[in-house]
C-alpha cells in the first residue's frame, strides 16, 4: 500500500541555518505530495503542495521538488527562524479512496 | 472563508458521558474527516465522510459514532470513552476526490477523558 518515510527529528538548527527534511514515499499511480506544518497546540497547515513529477511547491521560503525517480519530496529552506520552529509532516494523496497518508512528522527546534 | 471550526477547543469528560465534537465548513467541500493525533505522533484517520455518506471507516471502535448532518457539518459521537482516548481530534474537509486538492484542517478539539 502507500506509505511516506520522513526523518527522524528532532532536528535543531540555528538561526539562518539551512534546513533540509527528507520525506520518501511509496505508491502506485501518481499521486499529489503535499508538506503540513503543525505549531504546537494548533491544527495543522498546508505548507506547500505537488501534484505531479518535477513540479516545485514553495510557499513562505520552503520548497519541495516532486522527485519521481528517486519517489522523494524534500523540504528545504535556505534560513530558518526561530519562529519555524514546528512539527513538519509530509503526506501523500492519490489513489482512488480519500486518504491523505501522513509520514511521521519531523520536529524543527530553531535556536536564537 | 477557508476556514474549518470545531468546537468546543477543550473538553473534559468522564468514562460514563456522552459527549459531541462538532466541525462545521462552509467552503463547499464535499469529503469530511475524523482524525486523532496521539502526543509526537502523526494524525490518524477515523473516518471519511463522501457526499454525507460514510465512505472509510478505519476499525474505529463503536464508542465513537460519526454523523454528518449535512455537507457543511460534521459530528462525532462519543460515549463510554477510556483514558487511553485522550487526544488531540482533528476534523479536516478536502473539495473532493481529486488528487490534487489539499485538507484543511481545524484547530482540534483537545479531549481529555478522566
Known amino acids: 500500500g502507500n506509505s511516506v518515510t520522513q526523518m527522524e527529528g528532532p532536528v535543531t538548527l540555528s538561526e539562518e541555518a539551512f534546513l533540509t527534511i527528507n520525506c520518501t514515499y511509496t505508491?502506485?499511480?501518481?499521486?499529489?505530495l503535499f508538506w503540513y506544518v503543525q505549531y504546537p497546540g494548533e491544527g495543522l497547515q498546508l505548507l506547500l503542495k505537488?501534484?505531479?513529477?518535477?513540479d516545485k511547491g514553495s510557499n513562505k521560503g520552503f520548497e519541495a521538488t516532486y522527485r519521481k525517480e528517486t519517489t522523494s519530496f524534500h523540504l528545504e529552506k535556505g534560513s530558518v527562524q526561530v519562529s519555524d520552529s514546528a512539527v513538519y509532516f509530509c503526506a501523500l494523496g492519490g489513489d482512488s479512496s480519500y486518504k491523505l497518508i501522513f509520514g511521521s512528522g519531523t520536529r524543527l527546534l530553531v535556536r536564537p | 472563508d477557508t476556514e474549518v471550526t470545531q468546537t468546543p477547543k477543550h473538553l473534559v469528560m468522564g468514562m460514563t458521558n456522552k459527549k459531541s465534537l462538532k466541525c462545521e465548513q462552509h467552503m463547499g467541500h464535499r469529503a469530511m474527516y475524523w482524525y486523532k493525533q496521539k502526543a509526537k505522533k502523526p494524525p490518524e484517520l477515523m473516518f471519511v465522510y463522501s457526499y454525507e455518506k460514510l465512505s472509510i471507516n478505519e476499525s474505529v471502535p463503536s464508542r465513537f459514532s460519526p454523523e454528518c448532518p449535512n455537507s457543511s457539518l460534521l459530528n462525532l459521537h462519543l460515549h463510554a470513552l477510556q483514558p487511553e482516548d485522550s487526544a488531540l481530534y482533528l476534523c479536516a474537509s478536502r473539495p473532493g476526490q481529486g488528487i490534487d486538492t489539499e485538507a484543511f484542517f481545524g484547530q482540534g478539539t483537545r479531549l481529555t477523558v478522566v
Open positions: 505508491a502506485t499511480g501518481y499521486p499529489s
Open positions: 505537488a501534484t505531479k513529477a518535477d
